[in-house]
T-cell receptor, first 114, second 114 residues
Framework: GQNIDQPTEMTATEGAIVQINCTYQ??????LFWYQQHAGEAPTFLSY????GLEEKGRFSSFLSRSKGYSYLLLKELQMKDSASYLC???????????????FGTGTLLAVQP | DGGITQSPKYLFRKEGQNVTLSCEQN?????MYWYRQDPGQGLRLIYY???????QKGDIAEGYSVSREKKESFPLTVTSAQKNPTAFYLC?????????????FGPGTRLTVL
């Protein structure tokens, strides 16, 4: 089957670093996305990994290990506005390889405290 | 400005009524998607369309219908057959011609059935 696991909630302090983990079991893996979603709003794209290693984008970095079925999102120099849900989504082949689909985790709600 | 619009932001309907949610994009994307988001659950795919005049069922299509008569528009109808329609509905689009094929989301419509 297809499964994605993320912690439900995390708390961190303003200015600190936080790592949000995501583990997955999917067939036909074809990339992993991280999205940020503030309460009541749409998810916004943060990062994409398809090869093993670290992708850095300003204060945000994302890591992927395909052999371990594992990814993490690293947020540095935390700001209050980073309080949001962070969604891990795996792209997998769908319907016998005809197309891709995104399988979403339930999201990690991050609370940044002063 | 290019983007995805959904209207209305909040929608209230009586049980037993059909309701249509609007989704428009001016990103020139071929692919469009409808997701449903419920508390404590990941986004779940309702329907998707890779090209005009074609669409496919996602994981939870029962009680929903769509049309794709124009590239820019992908309306979703929530019918009275949908047993639990109250949810946050998100529309997304992507450019399947790009390497990442990243999905970008509209602001969402929160549907409440009374």
């Amino acid at each position: 089957g297809q499964n994605i696991d993320q912690p439900t909630e995390m708390t961190a302090t303003e200015g600190a670093i936080v790592q949000i983990n995501c583990t997955y079991q999917t067939s036909g893996f074809n990339g992993l996305f991280w999205y940020q979603q503030h309460a009541g709003e749409a998810p916004t794209f943060l990062s994409y990994n398809v090869l093993d290693g670290l992708e850095e984008k300003g204060r945000f970095s994302s890591f992927l290990s395909r052999s371990k079925g594992y990814s993490y999102l690293l947020l540095k120099e935390l700001q209050m506005k980073d309080s949001a849900s962070y969604l891990c989504a795996v792209r997998a082949m769908y319907y016998g390889g005809a197309t891709n689909k995104l399988i979403f985790g339930t999201g990690t709600l991050l609370a940044v405290q002063p | 400005d290019g983007g995805i619009t959904q209207s209305p932001k909040y929608l209230f309907r009586k049980e037993g009524q059909n309701v249509t949610l609007s989704c428009e994009q001016n990103l020139n994307h071929d692919a469009m998607y409808w997701y449903r988001q419920d508390p404590g659950q990941g986004l779940r795919l309702i329907y998707y369309s890779q090209i005009v005049n074609d669409f496919q069922k996602g994981d939870i299509a029962e009680g929903y219908s769509v049309s794709r008569e124009k590239k820019e528009s992908f309306p979703l109808t929530v019918t009275s057959a949908q047993k639990n329609p109250t949810a946050f509905y998100l529309c997304a689009s992507s450019d399947a011609g790009t390497f990442t094929d990243t999905q970008y989301f509209g602001p969402g419509t929160r549907l409440t059935v009374l």
